[in-house]
């Protein structure tokens, strides 16, 4: 028995003794949509949602992916790493997708893994991550579930030709039936399995929705695959006839927005705006599904006696944008469309009804499970548990950190009949590879992003919500000096800051002001503001800042400019450096 086994049937006895009923440590029900954006307001139209988890639950409203594309965002969620530490940055070879995740050793030093070792049962059904394949599903299996039902690729995007494969056995085609309603019915089977056990249970769900349909077409040896809009169960193919994307002040905007391949995309014409309102509303039916497996699995909760005793955590792998800045629909954008997710949690001690504005991201949802569970952290978490309690929630309003690391590597394809897979570049030239800094602070609402172009980006969104106006035009940069603006001060610190979290690990991605400063005496932007560092920002802007000297689809850091923060005082005395 290892010693972790000793400590949890001393536990158990001793809560047997004290109180005469076993106290069961929590389960969890983790429920992860796929493309599900925040921004236009799909949630409004999932009333069971509302039910169950925003009016009972606690709705962290500004909660962020740290990259916006599905599977390193799912391999960030999953091991609590950066993705510049998982190095799984993108959905397929030689970048990203599971034949990475099982070359970069994570198979065996991910979430399940660690929920076994704690003495967990842990189930999974849906989507994994891309890649995950029915020619390499097994080399090797995906390691840490008690039992497991994966949607496998090419056929995972496949709403009515879904492929399943079931623990140890081969892959099963369910074609003919909607991929929702089959993951629906394999939730509650795991979660009955799990509450028939004394061990407590971890179960994911992951389905498709909204995600767009992809079909597979295999012609001998020739496979082609055809995407298209989400396709909704037939009971939910006529809702939502009269609804439109919100037209939001960034949506299709006549003068053009954003920086690199941003700025050069036309105006989409009544023909591509009217078919992109189609997809969207094809989106909104499609998570109809969901919205019933989301009622269906707290009846089922409800009627086995748990649901007190139970953690539900809903939210998204990444967001979506339809039309924002007048892209085609997608996401890898840094845009809030794009990274600022919806992350719902009810469960013990968490306040029922409430929202709040702390800042959260997937870094932090594998720290936060441990922390659920009681499970001791692990060092190199790069993220931090999210506040449960109302106490804890109060308390992280003023201490909580305000950054959120934002990354991405690669291209962009558009989806829809109007995406152009060549806006953002070719695998040999990508253009959307960038970092970025989103910070939401008392004082300060600011996105920071530099390009592999060297293009810089700058909103300030709380005059600015929806990211139109650039405050790092050309004019910004010709300014001469750095003794100038408050908004160049402002820059030199954001910059600083994106430094550091750009290749952080662990704490240090936690507390980045504690590389800048280790005195320990800056705690958050307002701080660093203080105008005796001036002199130390304005030189390290000019001398030391974040760059690259090339556009690479993966993480090539000799591409990836300066790669070590400035540190003060370093080894001047930067008050008197003028
Ligand atoms: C399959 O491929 C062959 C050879 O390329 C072609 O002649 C045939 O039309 C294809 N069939 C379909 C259904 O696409
Ligand atoms: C494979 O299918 C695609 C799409 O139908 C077609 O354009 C291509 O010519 C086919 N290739 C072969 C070798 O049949
Ligand atoms: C709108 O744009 C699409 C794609 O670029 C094009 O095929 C279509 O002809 C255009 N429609 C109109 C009415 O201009
Ligand atoms: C696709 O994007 C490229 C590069 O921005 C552009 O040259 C081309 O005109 C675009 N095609 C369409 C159909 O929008
Ligand atoms: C950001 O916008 C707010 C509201 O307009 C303004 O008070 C603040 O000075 C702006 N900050 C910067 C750095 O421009
Ligand atoms: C990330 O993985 C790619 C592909 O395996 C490799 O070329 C690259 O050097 C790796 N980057 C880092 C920082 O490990």
Redesign the pocket.
Known sequence: MTLFGIWQTLLIATTVLTTGVSAKRPNVVFILTDDQDLHMDSLSYMPNVKKHLIDQGTNYQKHYCTVALCCPSRVNLLTGKAAHNTNVTDVEPPYGGYRQFIDQNLNQNYLPVWLQKAGYNTYYTGKLMNFHHILNYNKPFAAGWTSSDFLLDPYTYSYLESVWQRDRSPPKSAAGQYSTDILAEKAYAYIEEGASSDTPFFVALAPIAPHANVDVNINGSNVSHTSGDPIPADRHKSLFSDVVVPRTPNFNPDVPSGVSWVAKLPQQ????VDYNDGFYRNRLRALQAVDEMVDGIFQKLESLGILEETYVVYSSDNGFHIGHHRLQPGKRCGFEEDINVPLIIRGPGVPQGATTDIVTTHTDLAPTFFDMLGIDLRDDFDGAPIPLTRADIDDAVTTRHEHVNVEHWGTVNSEGV?GNSSAAGTKENPENTYKALRLVGKEHNFYYSVFCNNEHELYNLTADPYQMNNLMSSSFKNQDGYAASDLQKMVHRLDALLMVLKTCVANDCIDPWGVLHPQGDVKNLEDALNPKYDAFYAKSFDTNSVSFTKCEAGQILSSEGSLEPSVYPGQVNWENFS
């Open positions: 014409n009544q023909t591509e109007f």
